[in-house]
């Protein structure tokens, strides 16, 4: 078990680790993907859990569904509880996001999860994390 600074989201079940230094996003592409129908899992700590060679993700219990909203305070969002890892995103600025990137991944608790680079503040970020989600295959390769 770890505990890591990410945000995590569920699309249709799948789990989204939404990764980044404090002010990078994560919340705000979270509150976007959660009003387009996302759960949240947990907001800027996230319990990462080992269960049968997937990576589960969870909010530790003082945190779970709640939501810091920059500019409203902190409060209460519907939660799914937990979520296996589908997907990793790492939030950087646009112009660290290659335009042709080759397949890559993060090795989670000593799983390979898929990963993406993604500046969260284009428009199209939380569609290309949708899109992402489709395109990623439902068995994580280990």
């Given at each position: 078990m770890e505990t890591v600074h990410a945000t995590a989201i569920a699309i249709d079940g799948a789990g989204v680790l939404l990764r980044?230094?404090?002010?990078?996003?994560?919340?705000?592409?979270?509150?976007?993907?959660?009003?387009?129908?996302?759960?949240?899992?947990?907001?800027?700590?996230?319990?990462?859990?080992?269960?049968?060679?997937c990576v589960e993700a969870s909010a530790p219990p003082e945190i779970e569904g709640r939501m810091e909203v920059r500019g409203i305070g902190i409060v209460p969002v519907p939660s799914c509880?937990?979520?296996?890892?589908?997907?990793?995103?790492?939030?950087?600025?646009?112009?660290?996001?290659?335009?042709?990137?080759?397949?890559?991944?993060?090795?989670?608790?000593g799983v390979h999860v898929p990963m993406m680079r993604l500046d969260p503040f284009e428009a199209s970020a939380a569609a290309k994390v949708r899109l992402a989600i489709r395109l990623t295959p439902d068995e994580v390769a280990r």
């Open positions: 980044g230094p404090s002010a990078s996003g994560k919340s705000d592409l979270a509150l976007r993907l959660i009003d387009r129908g996302a759960r949240l899992v947990a907001d800027d700590r996230t319990v990462l859990t080992l269960r049968d060679g509880g937990v979520a296996t890892l589908r997907l990793v995103v790492d939030l950087v600025r646009a112009a660290e996001v290659e335009r042709m990137p080759r397949e890559t991944g993060a090795a989670l608790l």
